[in-house]
């Protein structure tokens, strides 16, 4: 396969991981333990508008991925907010998370994936050009 079409379907799949997140957990509340970890970190009283509006970001970035504007700072930028929240996540509700404190290295694993898509894939991509 080449580089184009890996970088295309990595991009599909990591809108998708934020479309599900965003849309299927947190929108629609299918998954209730991600309510329950916004609870307990920002206070139950505003945890469903907080988890709502989280899940609309989460939807608003698979769009971001998608339209492929400024994909170095899209990347970053998920790079950013998935560290941070995996760390919040692994010292304050380990209990909560699916797979507990090992929930790290699958954060660490997409983390992986999204930096080598951008600043692996695409620069290579973009120097061919």
């Known amino acids: 396969m080449r580089r184009r079409e890996v ?13 599900i997140n965003g849309l299927f957990c947190k929108v629609l509340d299918l998954v209730n333990r991600h309510e329950q ?22 939807i608003g970035m698979a769009i971001w991925i998608l339209s492929g504007i400024k994909p170095r700072l899209n ?18 509700v380990p209990d909560l998370l699916l797979w507990g404190k090992l929930n790290s290295v699958f954060a660490l694993l997409f983390i992986l994936v999204v930096y080598y898509n951008e600043f692996g894939l695409n620069k290579k991509l973009i120097q061919q050009a």
């Open 7 to 19: 970088h295309t379907i990595l991009n599909y799949c990591i809108a998708a991981v934020w479309i």
């Open 37 to 58: 970890i916004v609870g307990r970190i920002l206070g139950e009283e505003f945890a469903r508008p907080l988890t709502f509006m989280i899940g609309m970001s989460e």
């Open 75 to 92: 990347a970053i930028t998920q790079i950013t907010i998935v560290a941070a929240m995996n760390i919040l996540e692994f010292v304050l």
